[in-house]
């Protein structure tokens, strides 16, 4: 074999390559992995192959939801600075989280009922409808709903970060407001609405929102804007159909460890709108 000749058996390592890093900082402090890998801790008795499973999927979601919330607040100041552009790319990777989101279901679709049945009776009364960052991001896009509080009495710091985000303008507001600032009529009562409340369609504002629709050249930023922000509902929606589908194979119509009816409930999100105005334009396009 030449000497430039490639070895496909082994690589040689660089001599650049840092190897002595006993006082440097490395991978695993910079990434903390000694907290992020020691945080899982099956609970079943005798253990169970696909607890881990459960439990990774669990996390690895609540990390997405992490940079998620990291982001959709980012876009939301940005929207109040009047700084579409900034916003629009943080919406372009908020929509490649929540596809990672929908897509890791076939993983734990892999679960079957026999399996999750052996460790169903160690979850308890833990459940998703808890995840405090899921609710935070519904609230962020709009679906504020106050009883939600009521979940997290028992963890101040949940409860006040949710208690806060109930009371501030949504990722909606905000881009309605600057629609306002920018010159387009919309009305008082958007404006003024209690933002606590969901937030709920107003027929003066589809007008608003078709004569953009009507003619996208001259309205570009805002109509593009409109565009992401139904992508981003489109995905959020694509997650909940997954999740209601994964659990149908897995518990079918039994009720949940939260204490809902299970599959019913679930499918009730499925009706409920975070841009409403930006649906019901599409009837009058064309
Ligand atoms: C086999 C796996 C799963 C089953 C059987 C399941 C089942 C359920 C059920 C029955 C509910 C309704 C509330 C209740 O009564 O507990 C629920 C809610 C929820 N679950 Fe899951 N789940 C599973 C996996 C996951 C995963 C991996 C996540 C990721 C974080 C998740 C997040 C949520 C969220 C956010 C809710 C609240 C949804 C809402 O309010 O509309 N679930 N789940």
């Known amino acids: 074999?030449?000497?430039?000749?490639?070895?496909?058996?082994?690589?040689?390592?660089?001599?650049?390559?840092?190897?002595?890093?006993?006082?440097?900082?490395?991978?695993?402090?910079?990434?903390?992995?000694?907290?992020?890998?020691?945080?899982q801790h099956p609970r079943s008795d005798p253990p169970q192959h696909d607890e881990l499973l459960f439990i990774v999927q669990h996390q690895v979601s609540e990390l997405w939801l992490l940079l998620l919330l990291h982001e959709l607040r980012s876009a939301r100041r940005l929207l109040a600075a009047d700084e579409l552009a900034p916003a629009l790319k943080r919406l372009a990777r908020v929509k490649h989280v929540q596809r990672q989101l929908t897509e890791m279901w076939d993983v734990l679709a892999t679960l079957t009922p026999s399996e999750y049945a052996r460790i169903r009776p160690f979850l308890a009364t833990s459940s998703g409808f808890q995840s405090h960052q899921y609710r935070a991001v519904e609230f962020?896009?709009?679906?504020?709903?106050?009883?939600?509080?009521?979940?997290?009495?028992?963890?101040?710091?949940?409860?006040?970060?949710?208690?806060?985000?109930?009371?501030?303008?949504?990722?909606?507001?905000?881009?309605?407001?600057?629609?306002?600032?920018?010159?387009?009529?919309?009305?008082?009562?958007?404006?003024?609405?209690?933002?606590?409340?969901?937030y709920r369609l107003v027929p003066a504002l589809v007008d608003v929102v078709a004569a953009v629709y009507a003619d996208p050249a001259a309205h570009w930023g805002v109509y593009e804007t409109c565009e992401e922000l139904v992508d981003v509902e489109d995905q959020f929606q694509q997650w909940r159909f997954r999740h209601l589908q994964v659990v149908t194979r897995t518990i079918g119509h039994r009720a949940g460890t939260g204490g809902s009816s299970g599959v019913d409930f679930l499918r009730r999100a499925l009706d409920l709108t975070f841009f409403p105005e930006l649906y019901e334009v599409r009837a009058r396009v064309g």
């Open 140 to 198: 962020l896009l709009g679906n504020k709903n106050a009883d939600m509080l009521r979940v997290f009495a028992h963890d101040d710091a949940a409860r006040a970060d949710l208690e806060t985000l109930l009371h501030e303008p949504s990722l909606y507001d905000e881009f309605l407001r600057h629609l306002a600032r920018s010159g387009y009529p919309v009305p008082a009562e958007v404006l003024e609405r209690d933002v606590t409340r969901p």
């Open 1 to 39: 074999m030449g000497e430039d000749a490639v070895d496909r058996a082994e690589r040689v390592l660089e001599e650049g390559i840092e190897r002595d890093l006993g006082s440097s900082m490395t991978y695993a402090d910079y990434l903390d992995l000694d907290t992020l890998l020691s945080a």
